[in-house]
């Protein structure tokens, strides 16, 4: 092959790699990272002692629970509604500092992405994902025995069915699951592909090398950029009952992995890079050194010459 047609696709297949790279990276994560249930509540179980996560919780759960109130005080059952929303408000903002929520937050993540998940991955499966939040309940229950809380053995353990995703919903989402889990897999293999083979091809390998990894700098600079990006409109789109702080929260707890690659793309790459470039004077310097130690080894080897013989009184 001619050095310039291999120069030529060497060039083309790394830049090539350097493109895939960020998003090899983003279909892996999506793939492999959010689908593990594992992963997920554990990303997720540091959200349970953020004030902002716990302010929304508290408000939702507060306003259930009076609309619930409201609902039998029509009734008739009860009618001891006044001053009760700010006590009600409290209760539940103090639970949520408790070790049972914790543990309701863990399962309830948990039994939701489960559902979710087995929803995406069984074909035959439609209508309206749920939960049933008596697997959540039984562990609250067992939690707050544990902590002799009163009455906690009389809390009744429900079968509550709570929609997650509709079925109309169920769809699109189960298309674009098939889609990532095809990319997830094969765009980070055809980006090491392509850049092993555009290092192998190039008739200067040094610079093919700093050029690939100064792309996947690049690449890890971009996609630092579009989870920056990403975050500010998904936090601008949420709504007006959900606060900013908590959805950022929620967003960079899910990404937190995501960022970490990011990092790992631009520190690698600007490493193996600035190796590649100082690998440039390595040889010189090694030649100049065995040149000189040759010199030196011939000279040590070479016979003493004999000192001149000063003239003697007899020789003149």
């Known amino acids: 092959m001619p050095p310039r047609l291999r120069s030529a696709l060497s060039a083309v297949l790394v830049a090539l790699s350097c493109f895939l790279t960020p998003f090899g990276a983003l279909a892996a994560w999506a793939a492999y990272g959010l689908t593990d249930s594992g992963r997920y509540v554990t990303a997720m179980a540091?959200?349970?002692a953020d004030p902002a996560v716990r302010d929304v919780i508290a408000d939702t759960?507060?306003?259930g629970i009076l609309r619930e109130v409201r609902v039998r005080r029509v009734h008739g059952v009860t009618d001891r509604t006044p001053g009760t929303a700010p006590f009600v408000?409290?209760?539940?903002?103090?639970?949520?500092e408790t070790q049972a929520f914790r543990v309701a937050w863990d399962e309830g993540n948990r039994a939701t992405h489960d559902a979710v998940l087995a929803a995406l991955q069984d074909e035959a499966r439609d209508g309206t994902v749920t939960v049933?939040?008596?697997p959540v309940t039984a562990q609250v229950k067992h939690q707050l025995a544990l902590e002799h809380v009163p009455l906690?053995?009389?809390?009744p353990v429900q079968h509550t069915e709570v929609a997650v995703l509709q079925a109309g919903e169920l769809g699109p989402l189960r298309q674009e699951f098939h889609v990532l889990e095809v990319a997830g897999f094969w765009l980070p293999v055809a980006a090491a592909v392509f850049a092993v083979t555009g290092i192998a091809v190039a008739v200067r390998r040094r610079r093919a090398i700093t050029a690939t990894a100064l792309g996947t700098a690049l690449g890890g600079a971009l996609l630092g950029l579009a989870l920056a990006i990403g975050r500010h409109f998904t936090v601008a789109d949420l709504p007006a009952e959900v606060s900013e702080a908590a959805g950022g929260a929620i967003y960079d707890a899910l990404t937190s992995t995501l960022r970490q690659v990011a990092w790992l793309l631009l520190g690698v790459g600007l490493t193996v890079a600035a190796t590649a470039w100082l690998t440039r004077y390595a040889r010189p310097v090694?030649?100049?050194?065995l040149l000189r130690l040759v010199r030196e080894r011939r000279a040590s080897a070479m016979p003493a010459a004999d000192p001149a013989q000063q003239p003697t009184r007899a020789q003149v």
């Open 89 to 96: 408000h409290e209760a539940v903002r103090s639970f949520t």
């Open 132 to 134: 049933d939040l008596a």
């Open 286 to 289: 090694r030649e100049f050194l």
């Open 152 to 155: 906690a053995s009389r809390i």
């Open 46 to 48: 540091p959200l349970a």
């Open 61 to 63: 759960v507060g306003a």
